[in-house]
């Protein structure tokens, strides 16, 4: 056997020993609770063990993802709560014989059961859907919550869907708030309002010429010929592809979707992959019905809302209820609040413009184009959040202050060791840069 035939087996053997270490130690280590201390919003799904099946039901054509709970089952969920926290959740049985759901609080350590926290008797959720919330603010520090049937036969079974903790230290910390909608044009009602609170980007081209496939750009910052979703193809988006919402999941954001129209794709749809809700209605005054609802809820937590709304039978444009939502918006603290609003489709032979306002963004106009493809990376740029590297829309943040397209996009992506082409001084590039990145935010 030639020599390095033996370091290649011992490399093998060194490597398969070492993960074998580790599975034994994954094993004997018990996962270590969330920690709040960053703040905002969790689907209390990811932590219940032992790990039920996720499951996906419609309560009121609202998508939920959740689990079922039956008499012999208990799962518990370790956390560290702050001040406040609130649990959302939509429960839901089929029978009304006997027993109740309840919520129950140990902390850790404790041999007890656990004190219950919230119950609801099975008669009282049987056949319809019912939202709760359920104030946890005696349960400051770390605690465990458990999910169970108490005095229910067999048979019984309740559905958790949707649940969520919502911590009010979270509140304000970050949202984005994106519309997309019908009948947005400059002579829309309110516009001389929004010219003057916002930013005002006179032309903004969408990614197609359906709706469908200009929401997939929006969604994942690629054109068409990548996503390949909209047209005869509809809402599927292929397997592999990253969506904003997505990535905000990552970094514990809630995310949802409201869409309206006939033709709209439906809460299956692919170009959807992240969102944690997502809702089809036949006419945009639902949708918004349903966003002011979610605002209301969930809507001062670390969230994405995406309101895409196209014109129904027989509906004027679906602008005046999305006015409704982004009035809602703007009644609130807007200092850390993202509001992107867009068209459609182009007016008049025109394209529709873009409005961007909060997330402490000065107000201004610009009549240089921009594409609605370049909302992916304009998100990542205001929140702080690192875009991934394959985007080709450019940030809409470029013509706001003044910013050469390419190098404000080489900005995202240089890294540590790598060079900007014929740049000399590299760091005092990026100073200047970053100078006139922070220049845009009062």
């Known amino acids: 056997m030639r020599p390095y035939q033996n370091v290649i087996l011992v490399i093998v053997f060194v490597a398969i020993a070492f993960s074998a270490g580790g599975l034994w130690f994954a094993s004997r280590v018990p996962s270590i609770p969330l920690d709040w201390s960053f703040g905002g919003v969790v689907f209390a799904l990811d932590r219940i063990e032992p790990r039920p099946e996720i499951r996906s039901d419609v309560a009121e054509d609202r998508q939920l993802q959740g689990f079922w709970v039956r008499p012999e089952e208990k799962y518990t969920f370790e956390i560290v709560l702050p001040p406040g926290t609130v649990l959302d959740l939509s429960l839901r049985t089929e029978t009304g014989k006997g027993g109740r759901f309840e919520l129950t609080l140990q902390r850790p350590g404790d041999t007890t059961e656990g004190s219950v926290v919230f119950f609801r008797d099975l008669g009282e959720i049987a056949g319809a859907w019912r939202r709760e919330r359920v104030d946890l603010s005696a349960a400051e520090g770390r605690c465990v919550l458990g999910f169970r049937l108490e005095g229910a036969g067999p048979g019984a079974e309740v559905f958790v869907g949707d649940a969520r903790l919502c911590v009010p230290e979270a509140r304000l910390r970050r949202r984005v708030v994106l519309i997309c909608c019908d009948g947005f044009g400059p002579d829309s009602d309110g516009m001389k309002e929004l010219a003057t609170s916002g930013f005002w980007l006179e032309e903004a081209w969408p990614g197609a010429a359906d709706p469908t496939g200009s929401w997939a750009s929006v969604l994942t910052g690629l054109y068409p010929p990548q996503h390949r979703a909209g047209f005869d193809r509809g809402g599927d988006l292929p397997e592999g592809f990253l969506t904003l919402p997505e990535l905000l999941l990552a970094k514990g954001w809630a995310s949802v979707a409201f869409v309206s129209g006939e033709e709209a794709p439906g809460p299956d749809a692919g170009i959807f992959q992240g969102f944690g809700e997502v809702a089809r209605h036949q006419a945009s005054p639902e949708a918004a019905e349903d966003a002011l609802d979610w605002l209301e809820r969930f809507g001062d937590s670390p969230s994405m809302l995406a309101l895409f709304l196209e014109k129904g039978s027989g509906e004027t444009e679906p602008w005046t209820a999305a006015n409704e939502v982004l009035n809602r918006v703007l009644e609130g603290e807007l200092s850390q609040t993202l509001v992107l609003v867009m068209g459609n489709r182009g007016q008049k032979g025109d394209m529709p413009p873009l409005w961007i306002a909060g997330a402490g963004l000065a107000p201004g106009r610009s009549e240089v184009a921009v594409h609605q493809v370049g909302v992916f990376l304009t998100v990542c740029h205001a929140m702080e959040l690192n875009p991934p590297r394959d985007l080709e829309g450019s940030t809409l943040l470029a013509p706001i ?26 760091e005092a590039w990026l100073e200047e840069q970053r100078k006139r990145f922070r220049a845009l935010f009062e």
């Open 401 to 426: 202050g003044g910013y050469d397209i390419t190098k404000m996009r080489l900005l995202c992506e240089v890294r540590p060791g790598e060079y900007l082409g014929d740049e000399e001084d590299r």
